[in-house]
Every structure is written in C-alpha cells, then in structure tokens.
C-alpha cells in the first residue's frame, strides 16, 4: 500500500475499505486484473436512476435552448406532454460554442420519449446518428443540459430531489474548498486573496494553482509555485487544508519537485500535475509522491476512468458533472472508486449553478472527499426554500425540494432568448 492510501485511511477520510488496502498497487491482491474489470463493470452498470414509484409515463414533448445574452449564461428547459417542465443551467462556458450539437443530436433524441428512460437511452443517444463520434467535453456537456433538465422534472413529478432519484441522501451538507482561479498575480497577493476567500466564507481548505497551465514546466511568473507553496501555509496556518492545481503545467520530474514541496508543507492534494491525458505519467506521480494525486476533469471516456481507477492511477477522481455527460455517468465514477477505495472531489466547471449541481451529486455519492470545489455564486439569481444555497462556516446545505430544489427567477427565463438552428 502507498503511504498517501496509508494516510487516507488512518485519517478516516475513505470510507470504505478499499482494495488497494488489501495488497498491491493494481488492486485486489487474489483477484485476476480481467476479474477486477468485469467486477468493476458490474458496479458500473448497475441502475443509478430510481423512477420506480413514477407508474405513468412521462412523455418529453420538447426541449428548448435559452441564451441570456447579458450574462452568457444558457439554459435548457423541458417540458413534458402533460405540462411538468425542468430546467437547468448548461456549462455555459462552453454552450456558446457547442450549442449547435445540442440543437441538432441531442433534444430532438429526447423529443417524444418518456422521462424515465432516461438512464438506458443515454448509451442509445451515444450510438444514434455516431454521436459517438463527436465524443468529448463538447459533446457530453450536451447531454449533461438535456439530462440535468430531465432530472429536475423528474423529481418536480416524483417529488424527489435530485440526489434522492440518484438513489438516496447520504449526506446532506458539503463542506467547501474555495478554488482560487487567478495564476498571473505576485505569491504574496496570491496568499492574501487566498486568506480573503477563507474569511468572506468560513471555508476550511482552499485551492490554488500552480505552474503555467499546459506549460511544459514553464511558470506563469517564475519562481511563483515554488515561493508560493511555503508562503500559503504561513499565511493560512496548519488547520487550513491546501490544495493546488497544475492544469497540466509540469513533467513527471518536475511534477515530483513539486509534489515533494507541498509533502514538506503538508498540503492535501496535487491536481494534474502533468498532461491529463498521459495516463501512465499521471500514475507515475501517484506512485512516486505521498501527496494524494487528484486527476479526471478533462476525462470524458468511462473506459479510460476505468483504467486509472483499477490501477490506481490517481489517488482521488474528480469527474466533472458537465464535461463527463452528467450525474448518471458521474455517479458511475464514484462507485468504481469507492469499489477501489478511492474517494471522488468532483471537479466544478463554469461559473453558473455548478456549485448547486455539485450538492446533488455530494449528497449522493458512495465515497466524498472532505471538501467540495467552490469558486463563488452564480449570476443565474436564483433561490431555495430549504438551502441558503451559501457557504456557511465553510458548508453549504443541499437543498431537499423536488429536483434542484431551486427557483430560478421566472423573469430571468422569460427575458431569456430563445434559440433553434
Ligand atoms: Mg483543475
């Protein structure tokens, strides 16, 4: 067992026995890697979605693309045949560019079929027309619209939540990370605005970056990761947990430079440290540090998640609910995680509603790390009965009405744009 799984478990923070506990670093010492696949597929496949209590169909009559224009934001609405509608928040930082797939594959699929197929008519919607094709970020944010819509109706008919149709309530509060975004201002303002972030919300951890982003190891100010990563520690003391976030800036032996410096300051965890997608290096920084290595927000392939979670190629799993197609898929990732004892802090893209998708699938999973990634409210005024929907001394509550469980302001939609091809 690597000492960062050793770590985990003595602090409590897996909680579930994992594999990787048993014995080797590929997994579960007296089974065959092919069984552990087939294993790990099973976990995979079992049904996420519980519509079971919904007995009469309910029948998808359209979905619509709205654009508010002002705030960038885009949203999609759906409405059922017998007038139940949902509504989410897209990854909006991304619609603007790839809302045509969604207008011309995936609302037209959705058109006609009844809501609680949803979970088995994804993988038909992936193979319909070789969508399959056209898979990555772009692509799957697509479906996470159409989806997240459709469970927010779901629930306004069943009267479930979101994570409550994901299969339960595991845990209603989420613990906060602020994410800082900034890379370009001087460590002592980086270190300053960090303590800002801790007092405007009580949070407990905090995350910052590190290096150029997919700058072969090149620093966006140099010197900045190196004079930082000591100066944050001293600047928010030892009951803060930091976390930093490569973006992909650092080959292995940098990666490992990097990663022994925050060991030395006892930081929580070390985000892309190389190229997402170099698999096998990632899992060199897994094995080669004690610092937990978080990867898996650019990943859009269950496969490849597959991959780094049977042999541990990552210490934490950090799908994005958006750019991996949504919670079904999302809430798949967890499970194989927590079948290998691997815990999963899901990445937040964008600056909408994501934080409030977050609680949801929170809420719902197996295996939650101790804090969740925040970057601040949305511009989409919106409102809960059963949430402030804001940190509270670090900790946001998850709403418990149906769907969402929020109100979007009814004139914000109907200023929106509508838009078609
Ligand atoms: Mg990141």
Request: charged content about 25%.
């Amino acid at each position: 067992m690597s000492v960062s799984r050793r770590r985990f478990l003595q602090a409590g923070v897996v909680g579930t026995a994992g594999a990787f506990a048993a014995g080797t670093a590929s997994g579960h010492p007296l089974m065959m890697p092919s069984e552990q696949t087939e294993e790990l597929d099973r976990v995979a496949a079992e049904p996420v979605l519980q519509v079971g209590d919904l007995t009469d169909p309910v029948e998808i009559e359209g979905m619509e693309l709205l654009h508010v224009e002002a705030d960038r934001e885009w949203l999609v609405r759906v409405r059922s045949t017998d007038g139940a509608e949902g509504v989410a928040v897209t990854s909006s930082g991304r619609f603007h560019e790839t809302y045509p797939l969604f207008l011309h594959r995936v609302a037209p699929f959705f058109e006609g079929s009844d809501a609680r197929d949803l979970e088995m008519r994804l993988w038909d919607l992936y193979r319909h027309g070789s969508s399959y094709k056209y898979q990555g970020m772009l692509f799957w944010c697509c479906v996470a619209a159409a989806e997240m819509a459709i469970l927010d109706m779901l629930g306004k008919v069943s009267g479930k939540s979101i994570a409550q149709l994901l299969g339960g309530v595991r845990q209603s509060e989420m613990p906060i990370y602020y994410a800082s975004g900034h890379r370009h201002n001087t460590p002592e303002e980086e270190a300053e605005h960090l303590q800002g972030l801790v007092e405007d919300t009580g949070a407990k951890a905090v995350k910052f970056k590190l290096g150029g982003r997919m700058s072969r190891n090149a620093d966006s100010i140099p010197g900045r990761s190196e004079a930082l990563i000591p100066l944050a520690r001293e600047a928010l003391g030892p009951d803060i947990t930091l976390y930093t976030d490569a973006n992909s800036s650092y080959d292995v032996p940098n990666a490992i430079r990097l990663g022994r410096l925050q060991e030395e300051y006892d930081y929580g965890f070390f985000e892309e440290p190389v190229p997402f997608d170099h698999l096998e290096e990632t899992r060199q920084c897994t094995q080669g540090l004690d610092i937990p290595i978080a990867w898996g927000e650019q990943e859009f392939s269950a496969w490849r998640f597959r991959w780094m979670i049977q042999n541990h190629g990552a210490d934490i799993v950090q799908p994005d609910l958006h750019y991996y197609g949504g919670y079904i898929r999302g809430m798949r990732v967890a499970r194989m995680a927590d079948h290998m004892g691997l815990i999963t802090q899901p990445h937040m893209s964008g600056w909408g509603t994501g934080f409030i998708d977050l609680l949801h699938y929170h809420a719902a999973m197996p295996n939650p790390g101790p804090f969740h990634e925040y970057k601040g409210q949305s511009r989409v005024p919106v409102e809960s009965d059963t949430s402030s929907l804001r940190p509270e001394d670090g900790v946001i509550q998850a709403p418990t009405g149906p769907g969402f469980g929020v109100t979007i302001d009814p004139d914000y939609i109907e200023g929106a744009r509508r838009v078609t091809l």
